[in-house]
């Protein structure tokens, strides 16, 4: 993981295998010819303007994928994808690289996307670049725009490999060094923490400090990975791919586990928007979230869920339920009665 000083030139050159995605930046930004063909030219100066004067935090995925020889293109294995997610910082610009096991091997498949406001754009090398402007008119009509989808699943992707299961709430500032991470979020919280690898090589825990920057109140993590066949699990929950010494360290349908320990009591919703799903008979609760699952000890994290109910509990509530059914029921009854009598002894 590293980051990238600004480019000293703004000309294009031809690609190197490692160096496919920084090929991608320099079109981005000196194709401005190549803009004009596809785009207007209200469109081509926005861009131009963005690439020349970025504001803070915005955000570019490129994705640089190499394919197997029998032209399948080969997801999170040893010659995984390689995602470069680059930032515009104030003076400064990131390049985050996301590299899987292995080294290139054969042709690659770069794409990128990015976005300034209700500016978009997606990159391609058979397909150019495309850009999009979100108009109200627009806007209602982004589900089948590819310009934006293919931006949105690029994030998706990226944020699953870079957020380490923490919820992708518009991260600001990453700083990554070597095995230890630092970014912060829209929700005002700062994290730091550190990958802790097994003899494999694989990432096995990441230990992990939120601080809260409005409260001062930090919370300490620990998240173990493991990595289990999905045979074992429930078939709505088989979502994640992974890859395993099992197949020859090939694609394998597998679920990513991540066991949470904290101090945090409850866990702090702004931190952690997740789905839950109370597993039965367990004092455990799955969390989801971007198609991966936390399991938090009920030990750690209370669970407030009330246990099954005990048969006179039930009977009492039964019980309750049909005294204030029939009271409600007989009500208008009981009232025709007492005017019915007022009435009688008003007439005598």
Same mark, same amino acid.
């Given at each position: 993981?590293?980051?990238?000083?600004?480019?000293?030139?703004?000309?294009?050159?031809?690609?190197?295998?490692?160096?496919? *995605?920084?090929?991608?930046?320099?079109?981005?930004?000196?194709?401005?010819?190549?803009?004009?063909?596809?785009?207007?030219?209200?469109?081509? !100066?926005?861009?131009?303007?963005?690439?020349?004067?970025?504001?803070?935090?915005?955000?570019?995925?490129? $994705?640089?994928?190499?394919?197997?020889?029998?032209?399948?293109?080969?997801?999170?294995?040893?010659?995984? &994808?390689?995602?470069?997610?680059?930032?515009?910082?104030?003076?400064?610009?990131?390049?985050?690289?996301?590299?899987?096991?292995? !080294?290139?091997?054969?042709?690659?498949?770069?794409?990128?996307?990015?976005?300034?406001?209700?500016?978009?754009?997606?990159? &391609?090398?058979?397909?150019?670049?495309?850009?999009?402007?979100?108009?109200?008119?627009?806007?209602?009509?982004?589900?089948?725009?590819?310009?934006?989808?293919?931006?949105?699943? =690029?994030?998706?992707?990226? *944020?699953?490999?870079?957020?380490?299961?923490?919820? *992708?709430?518009?991260?600001?500032?990453?700083?990554?060094?070597? =095995?230890?991470?630092?970014?912060?979020?829209?929700?005002?919280?700062?994290?730091?923490?550190?990958?802790?690898?097994?003899?494999?090589?694989?990432?096995? $825990?990441?230990?992990?400090? !939120?601080?809260?920057?409005?409260?001062?109140?930090?919370?300490?993590?620990?998240?173990?990975?493991?990595?289990?066949?999905?045979?074992?699990?429930?078939?709505?929950?088989?979502?994640?791919?992974?890859?395993?010494? !099992?197949?020859?360290?090939?694609?394998?349908?597998?679920?990513?586990? =991540?066991?949470?320990?904290?101090?945090?009591?409850?866990?702090?919703?702004?931190?952690?928007?997740?789905?839950?799903?109370?597993?039965?008979?367990?004092?455990?609760? *799955?969390?989801?979230?971007?198609?991966?699952?936390?399991?938090?000890?009920?030990?750690?994290?209370?669970?407030?869920?009330?246990?099954?109910?005990?048969?006179?509990?039930?009977?009492?509530?039964?019980?309750?339920?049909?005294?204030?059914?029939?009271?409600?029921?007989?009500?208008?009854?009981?009232?025709?009665?007492?005017?019915?009598?007022?009435?009688?002894?008003?007439?005598?």
């Amino acid at each position: 993981m590293k980051a990238s000083e600004p480019p000293a030139s703004h000309h294009a050159y031809r690609p190197a295998p490692a160096g496919a *995605a920084l090929y991608v930046i320099a079109v981005s930004i000196g194709g401005s010819l190549a803009l004009t063909a596809l785009a207007s030219q209200d469109a081509v !100066a926005a861009y131009e303007a963005f690439v020349s004067s970025p504001p803070i935090v915005e955000e570019l995925v490129f $994705e640089d994928e190499p394919n197997d020889a029998d032209g399948a293109i080969a997801m999170f294995g040893p010659d995984a &994808s390689v995602f470069y997610r680059v930032r515009w910082q104030p003076g400064a610009f990131l390049l985050l690289c996301l590299r899987g096991n292995g !080294a290139h091997q054969g042709n690659t498949v770069v794409r990128g996307s990015g976005r300034v406001g209700n500016f978009f754009w997606s990159y &391609s090398e058979e397909g150019g670049i495309s850009l999009y402007t979100r108009t109200d008119a627009s806007v209602l009509h982004e589900a089948s725009n590819g310009v934006v989808q293919t931006h949105l699943a =690029h994030l998706r992707i990226a *944020a699953e490999i870079l957020n380490l299961g923490v919820p *992708a709430e518009d991260i600001g500032a990453v700083r990554w060094t070597r =095995h230890r991470f630092k970014f912060t979020n829209s929700l005002n919280y700062l994290w730091e923490g550190q990958l802790v690898t097994n003899r494999e090589g694989r990432v096995s $825990e990441i230990l992990q400090t !939120a601080r809260d920057l409005r409260s001062g109140q930090t919370y300490h993590h620990k998240t173990r990975l493991g990595y289990r066949d999905s045979q074992s699990l429930p078939s709505s929950i088989r979502h994640y791919t992974d890859f395993g010494p !099992a197949r020859g360290w090939q694609l394998m349908k597998s679920f990513r586990i =991540h066991a949470l320990e904290t101090n945090a009591t409850p866990l702090p919703p702004a931190m952690f928007l997740y789905d839950f799903l109370n597993l039965a008979n367990t004092n455990i609760i *799955a969390y989801s979230n971007n198609m991966r699952f936390l399991v938090v000890k009920g030990k750690t994290v209370p669970i407030n869920v009330r246990p099954a109910p005990t048969r006179r509990e039930v009977v009492i509530k039964r019980t309750a339920l049909i005294v204030l059914f029939s009271v409600g029921a007989a009500f208008p009854w009981l009232l025709w009665r007492v005017t019915a009598k007022r009435n009688r002894n008003l007439v005598s």
